[in-house]
């Protein structure tokens, strides 16, 4: 009916060896791409006093709050 590859002694048919690559291909892809995803940790604060602490996180929690509101501007074309 097709063609048939001797593995290991045994007969195997054409479409089950593409049936297999495929599966392993796709399979291998899906479980490389599904990580977990963590937040990346900030380093850590080394402030000599709490007021500095507090100054810095509200430093930069007001930075990434105006980055979300207004994005960079792209680069100019010439």
Known sequence: MGQY???FGQKVASQYLAMGVLGSLFGGVYLASGGSSKTPATPPINASSSDEADFIKKFLE???STEKQAPA???AKH
């Open 5 to 7: 590859y001797n593995l």
């Open 62 to 64: 007001t930075s990434e």
């Open 73 to 75: 501007a792209a680069p």
